[in-house]
């Protein structure tokens, strides 16, 4: 009855530690996949396409008047110059957005690859994110209302929050996510770091590209009648935030930087409190 035992309970041991190091194995490939397929183009169509065609579909439905505009600036100056070109069909841009990053997908020769669990944690990295920059632009908001006492001025907002009706800002928001980082981040981001990389090394393209077009994003929120009146601290804080949506774009793609951004115009319009963090710290 003994003999033979210790060898059984090697076995044992051995076929566990086997378990063990397969399952931790398998841990890290499913991870490495997750953080590659993610940032890929046809990840990020997947993941878009149902803020896009809400955001289309809803825009449509309420045919904003002019006291109520669901379609933000980079929307309107993408769709302008489109129809200067003869492109006025309402479809057309959502068409080349998608037909363009059909085309990355097949000139990078990604894999054809997405699944459920990579959207899902797409969408679960996009509110992380956008909760990030949230705790950014609150504690932006302490420091300018601490400097505002220390001068003996009013706090104001650094950025006002639309008065439109909450499904309009709603749609609002999630058009800016996907227009603003289309224009500013996967347009304009890529076509400075082009040109930036006739002078400079790789590096250095890549930071001024990032801050370039991070100071034209804040920029844009002031042009044209119905920009925003001009706020210092809103100009600082909308300069983060291109920076923060161009280092997402740059290391985790497309569709979480559009993500991000509509998830943080969300939480901020429409979800948490005004000044979330000085009400759930107190006085």
């Given at each position: ?25 398998f ?5 490495e996949e ?64 998608m ?21 899902a ?21 302490i ?65 001024w ?36 949506f ?9 569709g ?28």
């Open positions: 009855m003994w003999f033979g035992s210790d060898d059984r309970e090697a076995d044992r041991q051995e076929w566990e530690h086997r378990d063990r190091e397969y399952a931790r194995q841990e890290d490939r499913y991870r997750y953080w590659y397929v993610s940032r890929q183009p046809l990840a990020s169509l997947l993941f878009v396409l149902p803020l896009l065609a809400s955001y289309e579909l809803g825009a449509a439905y309420i045919r904003s008047a002019p006291e109520e505009p669901v379609r933000n600036g980079a929307d309107y100056w993408i769709r302008s110059t489109l129809q200067q070109f003869g492109f006025e069909q309402p479809w057309f841009l959502p068409v080349v957005l037909i363009g990053l059909l085309f990355w997908q097949i000139a990078g020769g990604y894999r054809w690859r997405a699944s459920l669990g990579t959207l944690g797409m969408l679960c990295e996009s509110v992380i994110y956008g909760l990030c920059l949230v705790f950014l632009g609150e504690t932006q908001s420091l300018i209302d601490r400097y505002h006492a220390s001068q003996n001025v009013p706090p104001t907002a650094a950025i006002a929050i639309p008065t439109t009706a909450e499904l309009t800002r709603a749609i609002s928001f999630l058009g800016a996510g996907i227009y603003e980082e289309l224009l500013f981040r996967a347009a304009l981001l890529p076509l400075m770091f082009g040109a930036l990389r006739l002078f400079f090394d790789r590096g250095p393209a890549i930071l590209a990032v801050l370039g077009s991070s100071l034209l994003f804040s920029w844009a929120h002031y042009v044209g009648p119905a920009g925003d009146a001009y706020e210092p601290f809103g100009f600082a804080f909308r300069v983060i935030a291109g920076i923060f161009a280092t997402l774009m740059v290391n985790r793609g497309l979480i930087a559009v993500g991000a951004h509509a998830a943080y115009d969300i939480l901020v319009g429409l979800m948490l409190p005004q000044n979330p963090m000085q009400s759930w710290l107190g006085p």
